[in-house]
């Protein structure tokens, strides 16, 4: 079932001619792990890029280590997933809804990130806050609820920090949603794994593709009126 979706999201993304990304997609399940072809977008925030369109009133709060149970029955992670919230290593902020929580998304200070999928470790620098794993139940999706949780951890830290995270680019409606938030993407990174040989390409964003970026994401602006095309891009 899960192969199938995959294969289906490949064939809906080549009818839209994004071919590198289907290639990317399917690679991922070749096996004998012969080829492997994935890229990301680190995408970076600071709260003065929010606009007050992008603040949600939707209640959120800090998930304790009680809740761990709950966020387990939400969405299936490996067990030590959930320890960085009841060792103190990340917080979580989470909605709610009729007592089930219904969204959530991770959160750490501390510099740098490693990120496990493709091993490597991220540096942001001491006011950089890193954001992972967000999920929303499907049947409460483009409600604003992740928008919610967003908000929830920019005003729990505050001005000071700048946000970061990993986005898949075959991951069409996180990059749209981070994009449309304020997010800029400052670095692409690219690894291609062939025959156990791995070559990984960190480099910043090539400014020239966002027009063509945003309009493959249909965004012709982000939060706060500013144009995601290059020139507005370049603020800091
Ligand atoms: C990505 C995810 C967290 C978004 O949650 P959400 O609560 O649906 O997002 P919101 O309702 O707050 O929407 C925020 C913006 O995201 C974009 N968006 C959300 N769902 C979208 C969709 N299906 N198609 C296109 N854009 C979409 C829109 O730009 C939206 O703003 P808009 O409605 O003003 O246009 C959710 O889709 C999810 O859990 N996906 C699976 C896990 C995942 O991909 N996590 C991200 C890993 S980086």
């Not at 080829?35 to 800090?62: D, T």
């Not at 280590?65 to 959930?82: C, S, Y």
Request: aromatic share 14%.
């Amino acid at each position: 079932m899960f192969l199938v979706e995959k294969a289906a999201k490949a064939w809906r993304l080549c009818r839209h001619h994004y071919y590198l990304e289907a290639v990317s997609l399917l690679t991922r399940y070749v096996p004998g792990g012969i080829l492997l072809f994935k890229r990301s977008y680190l995408v970076r925030l600071k709260a003065k890029w929010i606009g007050a369109e992008q603040k949600w009133n939707l209640p959120v709060r800090l998930a304790t280590g009680a809740d761990i149970g709950r966020l387990a029955m939400l969405v299936d992670r490996e067990r030590g997933h959930w320890e960085a919230l009841r060792q103190g290593r990340a917080f979580c902020v989470i909605a709610e809804s009729d007592g089930n929580i219904i969204g959530y998304e991770f959160c750490h200070m501390g510099g740098s990130h490693y990120e496990q999928t493709l091993d490597y470790r991220f540096d942001v620098g001491p006011r950089g806050a890193w954001c992972y794993d967000a999920y929303v139940h499907p049947s409460y999706r483009q409600r604003g609820v992740w928008r919610a949780i967003q908000t929830g951890i920019t005003e729990y830290l505050g001005n000071s920090y700048e946000f970061y995270a990993l986005v898949d680019f075959t991951n069409h409606v996180s990059l749209r949603a981070h994009l449309t938030r304020g997010s800029r993407i400052a670095r692409r990174f690219t690894e291609i794994d062939l025959w156990g040989f791995r070559f990984i390409f960190n480099k910043p964003f090539p400014k020239s593709m966002l027009p063509r970026l945003a309009r493959r994401l249909r965004i012709t602006e982000v939060a706060g009126g500013a144009n995601i095309l290059p020139a507005a891009a370049d603020r800091t």
